[in-house]
């Protein structure tokens, strides 16, 4: 009897060949010679075989490395401080990191929450500090020391190590399909957004995060998310599927030591600075309950489509919103709260369970999609979700050519402002704005369609099941499930036991 093996599965089962795989890799390998032969890595060689060097896992981590290096490099017409003529803007080079520097009082060695409001989450202010108060007292001992390029530099070694741990994640959580972290670590939008602010230092923790719930370690993974949130929010919405997920596989115990970890650590972290300077702390939940629509939202398309089809004379509804701001938080977090909502009843109807990263990455892009803020390095906290999602080439890449057009229209937009002079129309930024949304939803629907049909999934077809999983990988679903599938699509009541 012959057995018909899975495209881009070695001899063995393991090992993920994209050549083979995927077909726009495929597709590309015909310019030189074809997919890959068997023979050609070392990676799925016998122990005591031939090996060499390169293997998958250093390539990876090796390009990883390269495009961090070159973000330092169009990053460094910035680096001195000395934005004149707007080189900020118009070399692309603009970061939150250098100029929140001297915003924040760092460079008068002002202490984060103590004598200064920060606008962000507490790790955050606490990594700013870190890193600042020592650059200010350096410079204080040696006037000759640009202390805004020291900082600089030194948040872009630690965020660029955070970087290539997190590819390192993805490889641990991937090693039957090691190129997929290739993705990550070759994404334009890494090499232009890497250090634009502090979110990488986020995505470290929650990357570490998804490999201890992986490993089977929930407390360590909640407390990894929990400091995850407390310097970036997102991440603590990974609650939130490893809860309905758990609900599916009945392993709540495990998610609830999770969210009860991950809240202690944010409580935790948050006390000292809510305590003492509560006023201070304050500042970031302020400013996202007062903030009105931003740059590049959904929102801000449609304040554009107000002035292009409604009465000039009247304020269009996204306009409107804009001034009610209370109404737009509602508006936005209930649109949000329906889109999780959406999530948990895919994660239940499912025809088998989904993994962990399809939910996750479905759960923050919602987040992003109908926010009123979607500042150009919110790219980074969908890359490694979607990577563990849908490590597939051809989609991943169109989104990734929409942001870089975000990218160059954003800044454009930045100079326009800046000098009163627009470079660009503002359709053209509206543009821009909608090719980034569009190919988010389109990511997301192509991993619902996984979702509902797990034969389409890619890293099913070298998992068994959820490789993220931990607690949840291989389990099955719980009794439960069938009885509430069977009411949710009849209105027909179950028999009732028959009685003696």
């Not at 310019?31 to 060499?52: F, K, M, W």
Request: aromatic share 12%.
């Amino acid at each position: 009897m012959s057995t018909q093996s899975t495209p881009g599965i070695d001899d063995a089962g393991t090992t993920d060949h994209p050549s083979r795989s995927d077909g726009f890799v495929r597709g590309l390998s015909g310019v030189i010679g074809g997919p890959l032969g068997d023979h050609a890595t070392a990676l799925d060689r016998p122990a005591g075989g031939e090996r060499r060097f390169w293997t998958a896992v250093r390539i990876v981590l090796a390009l990883a490395c390269l495009t961090l290096a070159l973000h330092w490099v169009q990053k460094s017409p910035c680096q001195d401080g000395a934005w004149q003529n707007n080189v900020q803007y118009t070399r692309f080079c603009y970061t939150d990191v250098l100029a929140l520097y001297y915003a924040e009082g760092l460079n008068e060695g002002k202490v984060p929450y103590r004598d200064h409001p920060v606008e962000y989450p507490v790790l955050t202010g606490y990594f700013m500090g870190a890193l600042g108060l020592p650059v200010h007292a350096l410079g204080d001992g040696d006037p000759s020391i640009n202390q805004g390029q020291w900082f600089y530099n030194l948040n872009a070694l630690v965020l660029g190590a955070l970087a290539v741990a997190t590819v390192a994640v993805i490889l641990a959580l991937r090693r039957r399909r090691p190129w997929d972290a290739a993705l990550f670590a070759l994404a334009p939008a890494l090499l232009l957004t890497a250090t634009v602010n502090w979110d990488l230092l986020a995505i470290g923790l929650a990357a570490f995060g998804l490999l201890a719930w992986a490993r089977r370690r929930p407390a360590v993974a909640g407390v990894l998310l929990g400091l995850a949130g407390a310097a970036k929010l997102w991440p603590l919405f990974l609650l939130g599927p490893i809860l309905i997920l758990a609900l599916r596989a009945e392993r709540v115990r495990a998610a609830l030591i999770a969210i009860g970890t991950a809240i202690a650590a944010v409580v935790l972290v948050n006390l000292p600075a809510a305590q003492a300077y509560p006023e201070n702390w304050d500042r970031f939940f302020e400013l996202n309950t007062t903030r009105p629509i931003d740059w590049g939202t959904l929102w801000y398309i449609g304040r554009y489509l107000d002035g292009k089809v409604g009465d000039p004379a009247r304020l269009g509804p996204f306009e409107w919103l804009n001034v009610n701001i209370g109404t737009l938080n509602t508006i936005s977090y209930a649109l949000f709260g329906l889109a999780c909502f959406g999530v948990a009843v895919l994660a239940l109807r499912a025809p088998r369970r989904p993994r962990l990263a399809q939910l996750a990455f479905l759960v923050v892009a919602a987040f992003l999609i109908f926010s009123k803020v979607w500042s150009q390095q919110f790219v980074l906290w969908l890359l490694p979700l979607v990577v563990l999602a849908r490590p597939k080439w051809g989609a991943f890449l169109a989104w990734q050519i929409a942001e870089v057009c975000y990218f160059v229209a954003f800044y454009g937009e930045l100079l326009g402002a800046a000098t009163s002079r627009p470079v660009f129309p503002e359709g053209v930024f509206v543009l821009a704005s909608t090719l980034r949304l569009t190919t988010v939803v389109v990511l997301c629907v192509l991993v619902i369609r996984e979702i509902l049909d797990p034969e389409r999934d890619a890293v099913r077809a070298n998992y068994a099941d959820d490789p993220d999983g931990g607690v949840l990988d291989g389990a099955p679903d719980a009794p439960w499930l069938d009885r509430w599938r069977r009411r949710a699509t009849t209105s027909e009541p179950e028999p009732e036991p028959a009685t003696t």
